[in-house]
């Protein structure tokens, strides 16, 4: 069975400051998708990045990056240079195509970001 | 400009109440999604599917069921509501190289 974790219910960082938001996911499938979602109190779901399972290269978009580990699994989410727009609740899901493309989510952190 | 709609964003209805959530989406997607939004508990996934007249079971499909019938419409029933099916209903669609985009979200209470 497929299943993604995410261990931080909630997160604290101060603005201008790194942080990383942490995903493992289990699947026994070669081909597979990995994504993160934002979801501010608005309650809307934004598609923040994308990792292949095929991609050797880690992901980037602006100040969003895909720390993908393979062999642990893991595929942790670093947001660059915190904004107080930052504060959320994010999501890591697993797109798993060999199974008609099934989408799961985690249960999500929520990041708070400090002046 | 991409679009999820999902017909109600509150819904109150009482136990017993066969409900119907419908999704429609104007992009030609393949693929489209039934979670439910509970805190604590990230989005689980209720049924999705992959074609018209096509689902799948995900990871909670007691108490639900749903229906394609056209391509750009996914409904999902409750046939008789709970109060346990209180919360917030998402709806996505996708294809195979997308990301999912998603409806508004349906705050369903049963009372």
């Known amino acids: 069975a497929q299943k993604i974790t995410q261990t931080q219910p909630g997160m604290f960082v101060q603005e201008k400051e790194a942080v990383t938001l942490d995903c493992t996911y289990d699947t026994s499938d070669q081909s597979y998708g990995l994504f993160w979602y934002k979801q501010p109190s608005s309650g809307e779901m934004i598609f923040l990045i994308y990792q292949g399972s095929y991609d050797e290269q880690n992901a980037t978009e602006g100040r969003y990056s895909l720390n993908f580990q393979k062999a642990r699994k893991s595929a942790n989410l670093v947001i660059s240079a915190s904004q107080l727009g930052d504060s959320a609740m994010y999501f890591c899901?697993?797109?798993?195509?060999?199974?008609?493309?099934?989408?799961?989510f985690g249960q999500g952190t929520e990041l708070s970001v400090k002046p | 400009d991409v679009k999820v709609t999902q017909s109600s964003r509150y819904l109150v209805k009482r136990t017993g109440e066969k409900v119907f959530l419908e999704c429609v989406q104007d992009m030609d997607h393949e693929n489209m999604f039934w979670y439910r939004q509970d805190p604590g508990l990230g989005l689980r996934l209720i049924y999705f599917?992959?074609?018209?007249?096509?689902?799948e079971k995900g990871d909670i499909p007691e108490g639900y069921s749903v229906s394609r019938e056209k391509k750009e419409r996914f409904s999902l029933i409750l046939e008789s509501a709970s109060t346990n099916q209180t919360s917030m209903y998402l709806c996505a669609s996708t294809d195979t190289d997308t990301e999912a985009f998603f409806g508004q979200g349906t705050r369903l209470t049963v009372v």
């Open positions: 899901a697993m797109r798993v195509y060999n199974q008609g493309g099934k989408l799961i």
């Open positions: 599917s992959y074609d018209v007249k096509m689902k």
